[in-house]
């Protein structure tokens, strides 16, 4: 099984401040790595595709970086809506994996 | 548009069975493989299942290989988790997703809202 390790855990982020999230993968998925927004009470919403393809309709100071085992999410000029929990996930094996997560608060 | 609906959560007790459903609109349901993924409160998200769209290969997470089950109706639009064997650690919201086919399979473009499973005595 790929773990996806993620850092950090928690990050606490002022409006408009550049905020990066990695992604580390146990062995090379190349670029099956997907990232997903979540909020409180809601089911997750697909951010980035294949490590850096953007996803109609999610806003463009979302972007991804990254292939083999290290992946970076950027989130440029943060959003007070942006206050969530991010994923990481991995389609390169099954069983499909997540990372722990990243959750992101606004100050 | 995309819509996925679960419905069948509910409380059961430890070695009990649920049966869940996704009932599926918007798409050509029998054309995309289909998932499970579920989330324990206040957890990350695991993956559970998933389904060609054909229903001619199954795949599971090892936490629930041998009791769980999933399967598709292409006629009715819907997906289905026949839950069997149940533990208290199956507590969870289950989410059923679309899976992206063609030239982005394994990504979940398309959630539904997640349903409840409770498992408790």
């Known amino acids: 099984e790929i773990v996806l390790t993620q850092s950090p855990d928690f990050q606490s982020v002022t409006p408009k401040e550049k905020v990066t999230i990695t992604c580390r993968a146990s062995?090379?998925?190349?670029?099956?790595l997907h990232w997903y927004q979540q909020k409180p009470d809601q089911s997750p919403k697909l951010l980035i595709k294949y490590a850096s393809q953007s996803i109609s309709g999610v806003p463009s100071r979302f972007s991804g970086s990254g292939s083999g085992t290290d992946f970076t999410l950027t989130i440029n000029s943060l959003e007070a809506e942006d206050a969530a929990t991010y994923y990481c996930?991995?389609?390169?094996?099954?069983?499909?994996?997540f990372g722990q997560g990243t959750k992101l608060e606004i100050k | 548009q995309v819509q996925l609906v679960e419905s069948g959560g509910g409380v059961v007790q430890p070695g009990g069975s649920l049966r869940l459903s996704c009932a599926a609109s918007g798409f050509t349901f029998s054309s995309y493989g289909m998932h499970w993924v579920r989330q324990a409160p206040g957890k990350g998200l695991e993956w559970v299942a998933f389904?060609?769209?054909?229903?001619?290969?199954?795949y599971y997470a090892d936490s629930v290989k041998g009791r769980f089950t999933i399967s598709r109706d292409n006629s009715k639009n819907t997906l289905y988790l026949q839950m069997n064997s149940l533990r208290a650690e199956d507590t969870a919201v289950y989410y059923c997703?679309?899976?992206?086919?063609?030239?982005?399979?394994?990504?979940?473009?398309?959630w539904g809202q997640g349903t409840l499973v409770t498992v408790s005595s």
């Open positions: 997703a679309k899976d992206g086919g063609g030239m982005t399979p394994g990504t979940f473009g398309y």
């Open positions: 062995q090379s998925i190349g670029s099956s």
């Open positions: 996930h991995q389609s390169s094996s099954l069983p499909q994996t």
């Open positions: 389904i060609r769209y054909d229903g001619s290969n199954k």
